[in-house]
């Protein structure tokens, strides 16, 4: 964990950003006008888009947080600042960015603050993945500084590995036909992998 490392967001653009509840009305527009987030506007977008938002509301009405990281999370006794990198036609937000807003809202010390990626290209490309732009990112700070107590994302390390596979894969398949494996998995480990390297992380920002 490198705490040397100190972002520059001043507070004015702090409150400019999204919260959860304002991201997924945006969502919920952006499927209303066959839109995507981002400046790029494409139909598989939008329609990932689209996706994105049914599975948001699944994972938002199913997920629940282990007694064990609920317990990490309510151990935070200084105020917090959590920057959230994300895209609405991403799949991997889709699963994960409904947890962290559940994990936020388990502490009042907790401002949760949702950053579209391209827009914010400046703090994106200190958190990069491989040297890709991957989301969601979540980075957590002290409220009082902006130097970073740890990270999370994009996606969690069993699946990275799986995506990692097949990104050097010279035969790969098409990524519309790889993403069935990343939404099965999803689907299949329901968040478990997610909260436990959480909650890893807790327990080292919290000692």
Partial sequence: MDTTKEL????KRLDSAYTYDAYRELVVE??????TSGPKQHEDLAHYT?????????????????????????????????????????????????????????????????FFRDENADIMDRYLTNGGRSIPKLVIFPKDSMKELGTWGPRPAELQVIYDDWKNDPNK????????????????????AMQKEIEELFKQINK
């Fill in 8 to 11: 520059n967001i001043d507070r």
């Fill in 30 to 35: 952006l499927v209303e006008k066959k839109m």
């Fill in 50 to 114: 689209e996706m994105n938002n049914q599975r948001m509301k699944r994972v938002d009405k199913t997920t629940q947080i282990t007694e064990s990281l609920a317990e990490e999370i309510k151990k935070i006794k200084e105020p917090q600042t959590w920057i959230l990198l994300t895209e609405s036609w991403c799949g991997d937000a889709a699963y994960n960015v409904p947890v962290i807003n559940k994990l936020a809202a388990l502490n009042d010390l907790i401002e949760l603050k949702l």
């Fill in 173 to 192: 398949v098409p990524y519309k036909e790889f993403n069935v494996t990343i939404q099965k998995w999803y689907a299949k480990n329901k968040g478990v």
